[in-house]
C-alpha cells in the first residue's frame, strides 16, 4: 500500500472517530433534556461512525 493511501485512511479514521464522539455527546445532551427519539437517533449515527474509524484503523495497521 502507498504512503499516500496510508495518510488517506489514517486521516479518514481520525476523521470518523471524531464524528463519532461529538455525535455520542449529542446523544447525551439530547437524553439529558429527555429528547429520548434524538438521542437513539444520534446513539445510532455514532456508533455507525466508530464502527467504520475502528475498521479503517485496523487497515492502516495492517498496511503499515
Not at 496510508?6 to 471524531?18: E, P, R
Request: proline share 0%.
Amino acid at each position: 500500500m502507498t504512503t499516500h493511501r496510508l495518510i488517506q485512511l489514517h486521516n479518514l479514521a481520525d476523521d470518523l472517530s471524531s464524528r463519532a464522539r461529538v455525535c455520542l455527546r449529542g446523544a447525551a445532551n439530547l437524553e439529558r433534556i429527555g429528547n429520548a427519539r434524538g438521542a437513539q437517533y444520534q446513539r445510532a449515527k455514532g456508533l455507525r461512525f466508530q464502527v467504520i474509524a475502528e475498521k479503517a484503523a485496523r487497515r492502516v495497521e495492517a498496511g503499515a
